[in-house]
């Protein structure tokens, strides 16, 4: 089975702390996403990556950053939390833009800002 | 702007059929997808249309139709295990996915 991994389920940060969630995919995609889920609004993407070391940003980029080193790590980073950033992330992967592009989703983390 | 409209919620009863619409205005298209995600789960592939017409696969089936901006998912024999949301996205002239809210399935018995 197709597996993608979210670090954490669940996280209860303070404003100002520093956050990283990690996503690991074992379907040797090229392409990775971080998306936000927020009640009464589309998934919005955060940034993506189609290969080690690349990263483009997305819809709503401001106070988030990522990483991608290895193909099948990538990583949020929210480098001083804010209230308005307690979400659900959603990680996904996808096969080559050739193809339909069929995204395959994490459980998701679901963060909580004090 | 780009936009996907879908209902926000919608009940249904075990057994019956139900018709979960999509209407897209967005800068080119290369596809639409259906999702589905269940509460507190990570959103999974039902179907993707990038031509006309209708693709079944089951119980559910998609169609679409380009020339007005629309889709919808069919949803037949429901079952309780369908109550869960429906997410449709389309991908747009630069290959990426717009989402809609999604659409609240709720399944009566």
């Known amino acids: 089975d197709v597996k993608v991994t979210q670090s954490s389920r669940y996280l209860v940060k303070r404003t100002g702390e520093k956050v990283f969630l990690e996503c690991v995919q074992d379907m040797d995609h090229e392409n990775m996403f971080w998306y936000r889920q927020d009640p009464g609004l589309g998934l919005r993407l955060i940034y993506f990556s189609y290969d080690v070391k690349m990263k483009e940003k997305g819809d709503i980029p401001e106070g988030y950053s990522v990483s991608r080193e290895k193909k099948e790590r990538f990583s949020l980073i929210l480098e001083s939390a804010s209230t308005n950033q307690t979400s659900m992330y959603l990680c996904a992967s996808s096969s080559s833009p050739g193809e339909t592009g069929e995204l395959f989703f994490g459980e998701g983390s679901r963060l909580t800002v004090l | ?109």
């Open chain 2, 1 to 109: 702007g780009q936009n996907i409209d879908q209902p926000t919620e919608m009940t249904a009863t075990e057994g019956a059929i139900v018709q979960i619409n999509c209407t897209y205005q967005t800068s080119g298209f290369n596809g639409l997808f259906w999702y589905q995600q269940h509460a507190g789960e990570a959103p999974t592939f039902l179907s993707y249309n990038v031509l006309d017409g209708l693709e079944e696969k089951g119980r559910f089936s998609s169609f679409l139709s380009r020339s007005k901006g629309y889709s919808y998912l069919l949803l037949k024999e429901l079952q309780m295990k369908d109550s869960a949301s429906y997410l449709c996205a389309v991908k747009d002239s630069n290959y990426q996915l717009i989402w809609g809210a999604g659409t609240k399935l709720i399944i009566k018995p």
